[in-house]
């Protein structure tokens, strides 16, 4: 079976075809334009999109040596994400599903990035835990089955990316702030300053990172002069140990012996070391670097999974910009 995926949740403008679980191509464009504006502007990202989108799925087919009419369906995000940026994907779809008789299938974003962990680890088997930290998302899935999904803990305010680019803005740095902070931080000491670590009492799977944010401010405030590297390394320490620790005990809670780490703050190389330096009896699993951030592979293997299993969308389904996964 082969599918294109079609990605434009947010800034990245994506494509890419699956066939029969394997990645046949995969092109993703970054809208850099974004970058002075510090943060995505929705109008701005939906006419790039519109704009990209043919070249990209036509350049898609051509790296995997194929045709449009070679394609068994069409996987496209659903949701969650920006309305128009995800409403200019979506359209497209419909429109190319729609001339070549095709079925469509709209995918759940989150649920897609959980399983690009397969396309890491294709013996992964379920249940497993997934520790899925995005720019807008930081939530801990028990994941049963395809479909099958129990919520053990998310943030109650910042998403852990969130609290990266918004560390990365008070810091001066560049948009997106994950791989600024991880960048500068390399040559910084993780533990010249102690940020603080919220909900960590009595194996709470609950996250917080807004108080954190604050206290950069602050501590940026009250010393100008600090090492930017120290800080940078301070602050990326605090969120990859509170990450950390809530996923071990969620380990615990669970009974799982495997995890996976999903979205695009899994990137970090830091988080890679340590989650297996603090847990490392249990088998964890990352996704390539370029499927941790935003990508078609992952909608497109998702997608022929659930047109394999025989569910598909009809053609007037909506966009969900906060859809959910369970
Ligand atoms: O999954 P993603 O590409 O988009 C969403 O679905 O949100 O995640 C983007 C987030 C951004 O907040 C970005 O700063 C963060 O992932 N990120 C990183 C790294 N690379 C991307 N955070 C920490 N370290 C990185 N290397
Ligand atoms: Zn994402």
Same mark, same amino acid.
């Given at each position: 079976?082969?599918?294109?995926?079609?990605?434009?949740?947010?800034?990245?403008? *994506?494509?890419?075809?699956?066939?029969?679980?394997?990645?046949?191509?995969?092109? @993703?464009?970054?809208?850099?334009?974004?970058?002075?504006?510090?943060?995505?502007?929705?109008?701005?990202?939906?006419?790039?999109?519109?704009?990209?989108?043919?070249?990209?799925?036509?350049?898609?087919?051509?790296?995997?040596?194929?045709?449009?009419?070679?394609?068994?369906?069409?996987?496209?995000?659903?949701?969650?994400?920006?309305?128009?940026?995800?409403?200019?994907?979506?359209?497209?779809?419909?429109?190319? *599903?729609?001339?070549?008789?095709?079925?469509?299938?709209?995918?759940?974003?989150?649920?897609?990035?959980?399983?690009?962990?397969?396309?890491?680890?294709?013996?992964?088997?379920?249940?497993?835990?997934?520790?899925?930290?995005?720019?807008?998302?930081?939530?801990?899935?028990?994941?049963?089955?395809?479909?099958?999904?129990?919520?053990?803990?998310?943030?109650?305010?910042?998403?852990?990316?969130?609290?990266?680019?918004?560390?990365?803005?008070?810091?001066?740095?560049?948009?997106?702030?994950?791989?600024?902070?991880?960048?500068?931080?390399?040559?910084?000491?993780?533990?010249?300053?102690?940020?603080?670590?919220?909900?960590?009492?009595?194996?709470?799977?609950?996250?917080?990172?807004?108080?954190?944010?604050?206290?950069?401010?602050?501590?940026?405030?009250?010393?100008?002069?600090?090492?930017?590297?120290?800080?940078?390394?301070?602050?990326?320490?605090?969120?990859?140990?509170?990450?950390?620790?809530?996923?071990?005990?969620?380990?615990?809670?669970?009974?799982?012996?495997?995890?996976?780490?999903?979205?695009?703050?899994?990137?970090?190389?830091?988080?890679?070391?340590?989650?297996?330096?603090?847990?490392?009896?249990?088998?964890?699993?990352?996704?390539?670097?370029?499927?941790?951030?935003?990508?078609?592979?992952?909608?497109?293997?998702?997608?022929?999974?659930?047109?394999?299993?025989?569910?598909?969308?009809?053609?007037?389904?909506? @966009?969900?910009?906060?859809?959910?996964?369970?």
């Amino acid at each position: 079976m082969i599918v294109l995926g079609i990605e434009t949740s947010c800034d990245e403008t *994506a494509a890419a075809i699956s066939q029969d679980g394997r990645i046949l191509s995969s092109q @993703v464009s970054t809208q850099t334009i974004h970058r002075k504006f510090g943060g995505v502007v929705p109008e701005i990202a939906s006419r790039e999109h519109e704009k990209l989108l043919n070249e990209m799925v036509v350049d898609t087919l051509q790296i995997a040596n194929l045709s449009k009419l070679d394609l068994d369906g069409i996987a496209v995000t659903q949701g969650p994400g920006l309305s128009g940026t995800l409403i200019a994907g979506v359209c497209f779809a419909k429109g190319l *599903a729609q001339g070549l008789q095709l079925p469509i299938i709209g995918v759940n974003h989150l649920e897609a990035h959980i399983f690009a962990n397969f396309l890491a680890d294709p013996a992964l088997t379920f249940p497993f835990t997934c520790l899925l930290v995005s720019g807008g998302h930081t939530q801990i899935w028990l994941v049963n089955g395809l479909g099958d999904y129990e919520l053990m803990g998310e943030t109650r305010d910042d998403a852990a990316g969130e609290a990266f680019d918004k560390g990365a803005r008070i810091l001066g740095l560049g948009y997106p702030g994950g791989p600024e902070i991880e960048k500068l931080g390399k040559s910084g000491n993780k533990d010249s300053v102690q940020f603080p670590r919220a909900l960590m009492q009595n194996q709470n799977l609950e996250f917080s990172f807004s108080g954190l944010k604050t206290a950069l401010l602050y501590h940026m405030e009250s010393n100008p002069n600090a090492s930017k590297s120290d800080v940078a390394a301070s602050y990326q320490f605090a969120i990859i140990d509170a990450l950390t620790t809530k996923l071990n005990w969620a380990m615990k809670q669970s009974g799982c012996n495997t995890c996976v780490i999903a979205g695009g703050v899994a990137a970090n190389q830091f988080m890679r070391d340590y989650v297996k330096k603090i847990m490392p009896q249990k088998k964890i699993i990352f996704p390539a670097l370029s499927y941790c951030t935003d990508n078609a592979a992952m909608i497109a293997y998702l997608g022929e999974l659930y047109l394999k299993s025989g569910k598909t969308s009809s053609v007037d389904f909506p @966009v969900l910009p906060n859809m959910k996964l369970a």
